[in-house]
Each structure stands twice: as C-alpha cells, then as structure tokens.
C-alpha cells in the first residue's frame, strides 16, 4: 500500500497492508486531514517514527461485524481495558495505550489504517467525507465543556484563531458563552469573523483586559504566559496546545493567583458527531484545500504556511 512514512523527514512509500489484530478491523482510509499535531511531529513532536496522521473517516473492508461495509471514524487512544485507569473510565489515559498516528502507532496517512472495533463509530453512509473528518478535532473541542462548567454571563478568551481555535470558538458560540477569539495573523481574525465569531487582533487587547476563563490553542510555546496575562485571579486557564519545543512558564504567577489549570486533550466522538451531523456546527469554511494522497508532501508543504487552515486529503 501507499504510505506517508516520516522517519526524521516524510517520504512517500510502499509498505505492507497491515494485518487486523484480535478485536481489530482493516480500515480503508477515504478521507483525512492534516492537524497541527502532525506538523509538530515533523519537529520532534513524541519522537514519533512511523506513519502519521489521526483525522479520518473510511470504510471497514474486514471481520464480519455489525462495522463491516460501513463508514467510520475512529477514536485514536488505543487502551488495554484492564489498568486502573481503563477501570475508572479514564481509557483516553491508558497507562498502555498507543495514539493513533501520534505514539507507537502507524497513523491514516496510508490506503490502510486497523483500529480497534471499540474505537470505532458509524456515520451516515451518505454524510460527507469533508465534514466527518473533523469529528476527532470537533470531540477535543468539545472536551472543555465534559470538563469545566463556564457559564454564559463569564467572560472568555480564546487564544488562537486556527483549525483548533475556530472549531473550539464555535462551540462556545453554541453554547452562548461571551467569548472573544484572539490572533496575531489578520487573515485568520477576518476568517473567524465571517464565520460569526467575535474575533479581535491581539494587539488590541491590553494587559488590563482580563477573563474569567482563558483557552490557549495557539500552537505556540508561549501561548500559556500569554493566557495567563489576560486571566483574572481564580481564573480557569485551559490548555490545548502541544509542541515539540516546550517554554518555560511563571509558576508563582500560578500560586499567586490561584489560576485553576486544565489539561484538556482528547473528548467525545459522540456528541461531536451529534453537532456536525445535525448542522449545529458547520465546519466547512475552515477548508483551505484539499488534495489528491498521492500530493500529501505538498500538502504539508501547505498546511505549514502560517495563513493556512484545515488541508485535508482525498485517498
């Protein structure tokens, strides 16, 4: 099969169609997208070798279950079941685990992909590929509310403007949050703001300005010192941003004043499914391109200039 294999630097390549495992199936890709987190595993990202790539949809061509035939997205944490962890529902976390594409995993960017059966979730055989592929970026925006309740008289910033940024901003416009999205690129604001999202340079919110709860998804390794400046004291700082390069951050700021800080990564497929299948979040607009597999390294060439959003691939 064809692959996108990155060993230190992406190639594209023939290797073997993977074999199914106990309780596994053999997925045809149909459809994937490029996400931050696979140009950050470019830059080092986990010490990743392998085949990358963790947004999809495509069709189960193995086993004889009720998945056979259909199409499918996949969640991308793969967990034993059995750890202490897996026993308390917190299999995302799983002390065994293998990511999808991200840690000892081969990912989607292939014509083959096996999950899983657990990790598996059907989607109308007639529902577009382009908008399935956002259900595993959608679910992390969603994450947030699973964990902290914001009620909609506090006031949000949400910092970064990108393929994270918009999709997790239009959640909290759902929700009927006073939320505010930030960036440094003008083009992205402009997007966001077609979108219907209130969105403003960053140059002009000044130091003074603060929120009760602050959302980094800046895919920057400053972005937490930059949340933290806007945040009131007793404020909820939520983290989305992974990079390969890590900065150091002000702890006392965090002591001082009592910042409550969440860790938020991986959410739930179902309820993302819910919004996209239902038109309650539209992520079309997000769309910069997409192109053909056999193009994926200019397509990561693209996606890695700074005014780009969402590429996705068409296998």
């Known amino acids: 099969m064809k692959a996108l294999f990155f060993d230190g630097s ?5 290797l073997p169609v993977p074999e199914p495992g106990k309780d596994e199936v053999l997925i045809r890709v149909l459809y994937s997208a490029i996400c931050n987190t ?3 595993i470019t830059r080092g990202y986990m010490a990743f070798k392998g085949i990358p790539g963790h947004e999809f949809m495509g069709e189960v061509v193995s086993g004889s279950g009720k998945f056979y035939g259909k ?3 996949g969640e991308i944490n793969c967990y034993c079941g059995e750890c202490y962890l897996c026993r308390n529902a917190r299999m995302r ?3 065994s685990r293998t990511v999808l594409g991200i840690y000892a995993h081969d990912g989607v960017f292939a014509d083959y992909v096996v999950l899983p059966e657990r990790n598996l979730h059907l989607i109308p055989q007639d529902f577009p590929a382009q908008l399935a592929v956002f259900t595993e970026p959608l679910a992390a925006a969603v994450e947030i509310f699973e964990q902290v309740h914001i009620s909609p008289s506090q006031k949000v910033y949400i910092f ?3 393929k994270l940024g918009l999709l997790i901003s239009l959640v909290f416009k759902m929700n009927g949050c006073d939320a505010t999205t930030y960036d440094t690129n003008e083009t992205k604001v402009n997007k966001a703001r077609s979108m219907g999202i209130c969105a403003g340079l960053l140059s002009t919110l000044n130091d003074q300005d603060k929120a009760e709860v602050c959302v ?3 895919g920057s390794a400053g972005g937490i010192s930059q949340a933290m400046t806007h945040l009131y004291p007793g404020g909820k700082l939520v983290l989305k941003t992974t990079v390969a390069n890590s900065s150091k951050i002000d702890l006392n700021q965090i002591v001082i004043n009592e910042f409550e800080i969440i860790g938020s990564r991986c959410g739930p497929f179902t309820p993302a499914l819910n919004l996209l299948i239902k038109g309650l979040v539209d992520p079309t607009p997000i769309i ?6 056999t193009d994926i390294l200019a397509a990561f060439e693209f996606a890695s200039k700074p005014d780009t959003l969402k590429v996705l691939i068409k296998h």
Do not use: I, N, S, Y
């Open 10 to 14: 992406l190639k594209l390549t023939e």
């Open 38 to 40: 696979d140009l950050e």
């Open 71 to 73: 199409k499918v997205v």
């Open 93 to 95: 976390h799983c002390t």
């Open 160 to 162: 970064g403007a990108g």
């Open 216 to 218: 980094d998804c800046t």
């Open 288 to 293: 910069a391109k997409t192109f053909d597999f």
